[in-house]
């Protein structure tokens, strides 16, 4: 099995690469000391440029206008991504191939496609108060009332929200055939009854902000559901699937970043009459950095590879985890000593390992905390064994 990357997939990535060196790096200390704000107009080129490139229908399949890369192309425009600061590639929507399984042939129209031409930007409101790890837990309900839906709840850390025009919201339904059950809903980001609760500071200094939202008997039409009633937490496995991927590719280049800026200052910076690659304790921490990227990108890779063959549902599921957990929790490591590395200047904003040490650390936290990561492999060795849940 290999995982290197054929001379299509290398060219996308060379694309992104590109795009993340010419077009969006050169922003980040711009944005690192505005709060994430860019001067005007750098946000609407950045998205029209990642819109031409490809990046927003990558993964919508071809029936429908998208690029229906293979995963392995994808991870690996995704890696090169990563090695952006202050969350400058979220500049474009992503019409995720699951979404064309999940919406109405309406919903594709009016949302996937719109996504794919950089025209409708969506947040998810998942999380809640009292239900973080597990979503099992939410308390916003949806009522349904003859073809509306009552939505009533509160969401926390609501990604985007500032840039989005609509929110995926997952609520329980209350009452009818599917009770209990939970569904997940389309609704405009100015619809009335919604409003900001408050917009909390984060450790990053991103132009996303993660607001906390209040649905307050906000009416959505029937026609705005995703999928059946039931359906929500499935399309949302879906999704987080997705997202984990994504964020361990992103995770191993912003190692790669890391190590390679660490490298590079190592060898110029003179401290007792040495570069400071010469001293050893500074080669390990290289070393290590490297094997430890090395292998999360090997995991990750792998783990495409699996989505491309088709490998069964589950399994993914796992997969996705896997490489999830290591590549975090690997990018926070070589964070950590890539700022030794500089020594007094890794603790400056301006400098690369200072930003990536706040900023990966939240990879350990989102789309499921690591704890999380290691229950749903456990789960998958427990039901499958060894050799299913890795694949080998
Ligand atoms: C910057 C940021 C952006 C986010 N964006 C979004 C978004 O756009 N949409 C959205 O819906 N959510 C979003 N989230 C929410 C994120 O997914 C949750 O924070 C995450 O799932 C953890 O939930 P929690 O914060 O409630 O922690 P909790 O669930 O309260 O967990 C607290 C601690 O307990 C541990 N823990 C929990 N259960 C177990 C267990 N069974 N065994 C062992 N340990 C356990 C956790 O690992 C963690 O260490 C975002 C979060 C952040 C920080």
Not at 350 to 364: G, M, P, S, T
């Amino acid at each position: 099995m290999s995982f290197s990357l054929d001379p299509e997939a290398a060219e996308w990535a060379a694309k992104a690469r590109a795009f993340a060196d010419n077009e969006l790096m050169p922003y980040e200390l711009e944005a690192e000391m505005n709060h994430g704000q860019l001067p005007p107009g750098v946000s609407e080129r950045h998205e029209r440029i990642a819109v031409e490139i490809g990046l927003a229908s990558q993964d919508a399949p071809r029936a429908h206008g998208g690029l229906e890369l293979p995963v392995l192309t994808q991870v690996a425009m995704a890696e090169q991504l990563g090695r952006v600061t202050n969350g400058l590639s979220w500049c474009y929507p992503e019409a995720q191939s699951w979404m064309f399984e999940a919406f109405s042939p309406e919903q594709i129209e009016r949302h996937a496609k719109a996504m794919m031409r950089g025209e409708r930007h969506v947040c998810y409101a998942i999380t809640e108060e009292f239900a973080g790890s597990d979503p099992g837990e939410i308390r916003t309900t949806a009522r349904r009332e003859g073809d509306h839906y009552v939505v009533t709840g509160e969401k926390w850390h609501v990604t985007s929200y500032n840039v989005a025009d609509t929110v995926i919201v997952q609520a329980v339904l209350a009452g009818g055939e599917h009770d209990g059950a939970h569904a997940l809903f389309f609704c405009p980001a100015d619809a009335e009854g919604l409003s900001v609760v408050r917009t909390p500071v984060y450790t990053h200094n991103y132009q996303h902000h993660h607001a906390i939202l209040k649905f307050d008997g906000v009416r959505i039409p029937a026609a705005d559901r995703i999928g059946a009633e039931g359906d929500g937490m499935g399309v949302t496995h879906s999704w987080f699937r997705r997202e984990r991927l994504m964020i361990a590719a992103r995770c191993c280049g912003a190692a790669e970043r890391l190590i390679e800026e660490a490298l590079a200052f190592a060898k110029t910076r003179i401290v007792s009459g040495e570069a400071i690659m010469s001293y050893q304790l500074i080669q390990a921490m290289l070393a290590d950095s490297a094997v430890e990227m090395h292998a999360a990108r090997l995991m990750t890779r792998e783990a495409a590879v699996a989505h491309d063959r088709g490998a069964d549902l589950k399994t993914l599921h796992a997969r996705c985890s896997l490489a999830k957990l290591y590549a975090s929790e690997m990018a926070f490591r070589v964070a950590d000593r890539a700022v030794q590395i500089f020594g007094g200047r890794g603790y400056m904003r301006e400098n690369v390992a200072e930003r990536f040490l706040r900023e990966v650390r939240v990879d350990r936290i989102w789309e499921g905390t690591s704890e999380i990561q290691r229950l749903i492999i456990a789960r998958a060795l427990d039901k499958r064994g060894l050799a299913a849940t890795i694949g080998s």
